[in-house]
């Protein structure tokens, strides 16, 4: 797994075979945060997609590339001093060997964090 011990998933929990949600706590002493930024840490939007990408490999039981993005969007900074626990809910459109994900990042309260369309192919 890339991002070793960046977080800690909480909670799977598939709705169907085509929709998940997957529950994470981010390490906020991890070493990204120390460049990302000093004395203002973010958690960066490509340890996200990388954090999709494993909640959908373990779902689908499949080992995963990213293909292509769209529509990605951050509406709210994840400062892991202010949250730690990160909630995906990704709804998955199989294609043949293609997923297509529609995902939706929230913090506890509801409020939104990324929204993205992102394709995914088996390796």
Wanted: hydrophobic share 40%; net charge negative; aromatic share 10%.
């Amino acid at each position: 797994m890339l991002l070793e011990d960046f977080y800690s998933v909480q909670k799977m929990k598939p709705f169907d075979e085509n929709s998940f949600e997957l529950v994470v706590d981010l390490h906020k002493n991890h070493e990204i945060f120390k460049g990302h930024f000093p004395k203002f840490p973010l958690t960066p939007g490509v340890a996200m997609l990388q954090i999709m990408k494993n909640g959908l490999e373990q779902h689908l039981s499949e080992s995963l590339i990213l293909q292509s993005s769209s529509q990605i969007k951050f509406l709210n900074l994840a400062n892991p001093n202010e949250q730690t626990v990160l909630v995906f809910n990704m709804e998955v459109e199989r294609e043949n060997e293609r997923f297509k994900v529609k995902n939706t990042t929230t913090f506890e309260d509801g409020r939104t964090v990324l929204k993205c369309n992102v394709t995914f192919v088996k390796i």
